[in-house]
């Protein structure tokens, strides 16, 4: 059962234009999220997180966007840049003191020259 | 500051063989964690230490055994590998002094088991 789902295996965007990536759970419990990004051969990194408290977290060019009556939230890159091609994977701590997160499967952003 | 590494960086192994894969951190973090990276799968959590001394089972710790040798290391051992536990393991240290605190992962380790 994954608690954690990104439905889009991958995503192709042109630079400049606006990249979307989508992430649904399941329990309601969770009260924190994270996104990673990867490249290949290397280990994922911290991009930006939210708690549940909040509906928006922004940094920069990245925004992540929660809504938790539906259970999803997305981040959104504006402007998309070439750099920006890696694995995108979304994660959420299990429990209170944070040891166990569940990673989705990731999302493969592909951006266009 | 190498912030986590890991060693070996690619390795082959015969089913039936025994490695133990290699993690340390220099960045004081009191917890430590063993993940495998598999196709459509995500990360998937083998072993963590909480903190120096302790050891906990994550969602996929069959085949596994870990050893949190000091502060700064977390050792991941295979007794006897299997085709299954063919992956990219990835190491990951953090300092869970506020819950949602981000984890800093090694490059990984690329294991195939034939």
């Known amino acids: 059962d994954q608690q954690v789902k990104q439905n889009s295996p991958s995503l192709s965007v042109q630079e400049g234009r606006i990249s979307i990536l989508n992430c649904d759970y399941t329990?309601?419990?969770?009260?924190?999220f994270l996104w990673y990004k990867k490249y290949p051969a290397e280990g994922p990194t911290f991009l930006i997180s939210?708690?549940?408290?909040?509906d928006k977290n922004e940094d920069g060019r990245f925004t992540v966007f929660l809504n938790k009556s539906a259970k999803h939230l997305s981040l959104h890159i504006v402007p998309s840049q070439p750099g920006d091609s890696a694995v995108y994977f979304c994660?959420?701590?299990?429990?209170?003191?944070?040891?166990?997160?569940?990673f989705g499967a990731g999302t493969r952003l592909f951006v266009k020259a | 500051n190498a912030g986590v590494t890991q060693t070996p960086k690619f390795q082959v192994l015969k089913t039936g063989q025994s490695m133990t894969l290699q993690c340390a951190q220099d960045?004081?973090?009191?917890?430590m964690y063993w993940y495998r990276q598999d196709p459509g799968m995500g990360l998937r959590l083998i072993y963590y230490?909480?903190?120096?001394?302790?050891?906990d089972k994550g969602e996929v710790p069959n085949g596994y055994n870990v050893s949190r040798l000091n502060k700064r290391e977390f050792s991941l051992r295979l007794e006897s590998a299997a085709p299954s536990q063919t992956s990219v393991y990835f190491c990951?240290?953090?300092?869970?002094?506020?819950?949602?605190?981000?984890?800093?992962f090694g490059p990984g380790t690329r294991l195939l088991v034939l």
């Open positions: 230490s909480a903190s120096e001394g302790t050891t």
């Open positions: 990951a240290s953090s300092d869970y002094s506020v819950v949602g605190e981000t984890q800093y």
């Open positions: 994660a959420a701590p299990i429990d209170t003191g944070g040891f166990k997160t569940i």
């Open positions: 329990n309601s419990m969770f009260d924190y």
């Open positions: 960045m004081n973090h009191n917890s």
């Open positions: 939210i708690s549940s408290i909040k």
